[in-house]
């Protein structure tokens, strides 16, 4: 099924752009270089918004600005969390296939068999042995919830407008509110900043809103929690880049029976659906 495809593409493209982030995020901090990224996407999709938005209803406007939020919410608890206690707050962050699988049954009446449970089990049991360190963090479970809400939102009215207007109206929303955040600071970057990052960071624009657009495609053509789930494959990839790429090899045989759990929750997934 190409929606498959679509979430494993959307989960390995994830990986390689953020995966350039850390050494590009700037004096301005985590907050204005995320904004600055979803202003870059918002803008790049806008044509196909404004396109579809005179058929758009109301109600379709509200839940997906609604989403658009939410999933900016979690990028700022993650990022306090970070601040706090990253691993912790990273292995949590990342359990939110869990609650969109239990909400997707609830809510949207997908199918909760057991077959899904094991690759579910599989894929966040592997998480946690990647990343988890034994600690805590609301701020990376908070971070998991806003998250998980925020894709359910998406699937109840993506088939409304299709994929690419409602990345265009979420990223829009979720960009007014990083910014908002942004300009509580104490320093808050100027205009000029921000025209000067979004050139600066063109090139990973383009590959988040490739990663983007995979993602919001998969989600209108599958079911959303197996979408989830396959879109872990980004922690997959993000080992093995620290592993080979930067040589980040502390405790690599533990963290590969994460790594391990993840692959075969994803395969498991992949043959069950497929």
């Not at 939410?70 to 990022?79: N, T």
């Not at 707050?89 to 990342?94: A, G, H, M």
């Amino acid at each position: 099924m190409n929606w498959i495809f679509l979430a494993l593409a959307s989960g390995v493209l994830n990986a390689l752009w953020t995966s350039q982030v850390k050494p590009r995020v700037g004096p301005g901090g985590p907050l204005f270089f995320s904004a600055v990224i979803r202003w870059g996407v918002a803008l790049l999709l806008l044509p196909w918004g404004i396109l579809r938005a005179p058929h758009l209803s109301a109600h379709w406007w509200t839940i997906t600005s609604l989403s658009g939020i939410l999933e900016s919410l979690s990028l700022f608890l993650a990022v306090r969390g970070y601040q706090k206690d990253y691993y912790a707050t990273y292995s949590l962050s990342n359990i939110n296939p869990l609650f969109v699988v239990l909400l997707a049954a609830l809510f949207l009446q997908e199918p909760l068999g057991p077959s899904l449970l094991v690759g579910m089990a599989l894929i966040i049991g592997g998480v946690l042995i990647l990343y988890y360190r034994g600690h805590f963090s609301i701020w990376g479970l908070g971070a998991a919830l806003s998250v998980s809400a925020s894709k359910i939102l998406s699937k109840m009215v993506i088939q409304e407008s299709g994929p690419w207007a409602q990345a265009s109206v979420a990223f829009l929303a979720g960009a007014l509110f990083l910014t908002l955040l942004t300009a509580l600071d104490k320093k808050p970057p100027a205009a000029k900043d921000w025209l000067k990052k979004l050139w600066k960071e063109k090139v990973l624009v383009v590959g988040s809103t490739l990663t983007t657009l995979c993602f919001f495609a998969a989600v209108a053509r599958g079911p959303i929690g197996p979408v989830t789930l396959l879109s872990r494959v980004n922690l997959l990839v993000g080992f093995g880049l620290s592993y080979f790429g930067l040589q980040e090899r502390k405790n690599w045989k533990g963290r590969a029976f994460g790594a391990l759990g993840i692959l075969a929750g994803i395969t498991w997934v992949i043959l069950k659906q497929g």
